[in-house]
């Protein structure tokens, strides 16, 4: 045989053998339960105001406080929802990100003296993410910085929920911003 012909013989078998497994079809990837139904991205930039509302976004794998200003306070449900509505355009601009898409999906907030209790619905199978101690320690670090929340727990169908802290130690009682402050940029 020619040896003209083995080199392109040898990059088609190199190109064709990468070592990624293929589907035989198109799989269909399901979105994340939660406020997150499109891909298109959430412009949750708020006017400047009169109140601070402090969001703890993540930047290089680290939970970044950002402080927003805004008309008014927000509720406790609300400052939740702004929160799984990720970074606004300004945010992303400066590389921050948020763990939650994927990984907690948290259905909602109540209020119990101090402390927020933060229902949590069950993860969906192919989520996709393993970043779950960012996403948790976003929330609590971001309910914290409230003046009236100061620990938070997390429960599912009512129960408290054992979640891993950032010493990855698991649980069920409430937690403070201490729990997470090892993964928590000072500002």
Do not use: W
């Not at 083995?6 to 939660?34: M, N």
């Not at 306070?73 to 945010?91: C, I, K, N, Q, Y």
């Not at 009236?148 to 911003?177: N, W």
Request: hydrophobic share 35%; charged share 20%; with cysteine.
């Amino acid at each position: 045989m020619n040896h003209r012909h083995l080199a392109p013989l040898a990059l088609a078998a190199l190109l064709t053998g990468c070592g990624v497994p293929t589907d035989d079809a198109p799989r269909t990837v399901r979105p994340p339960r939660g406020p997150f139904h499109s891909a298109a991205p959430v412009e949750t930039t708020a006017p400047a105001g009169r109140a601070n509302e402090t969001l703890c976004l993540v930047r290089d794998n680290r939970i970044v406080p950002v402080a927003r200003r805004v008309d008014h306070a927000p509720t406790v449900e609300d400052h939740l929802r702004h929160l799984l509505a990720g970074p606004g355009t300004a945010e992303r601009g400066s590389d921050l990100t948020s763990a939650l898409p994927g990984a907690v999906n948290a259905a909602g907030a109540t209020v119990t003296g101090t402390q927020a209790r933060v229902a949590v619905d069950t993860p969906e199978d192919d989520a996709g993410r393993s970043d779950e101690v960012l996403a948790l320690g976003q929330i609590v670090c971001t309910l914290t910085s409230r003046d009236d929340i100061t620990t938070v727990v997390f429960l599912r169908d009512g129960k408290p929920l054992g979640v891993p802290r950032a010493d990855g130690s698991l649980s069920e009682q409430p937690l403070t911003r201490a729990d997470y402050a090892p993964l928590i940029t000072p500002r």
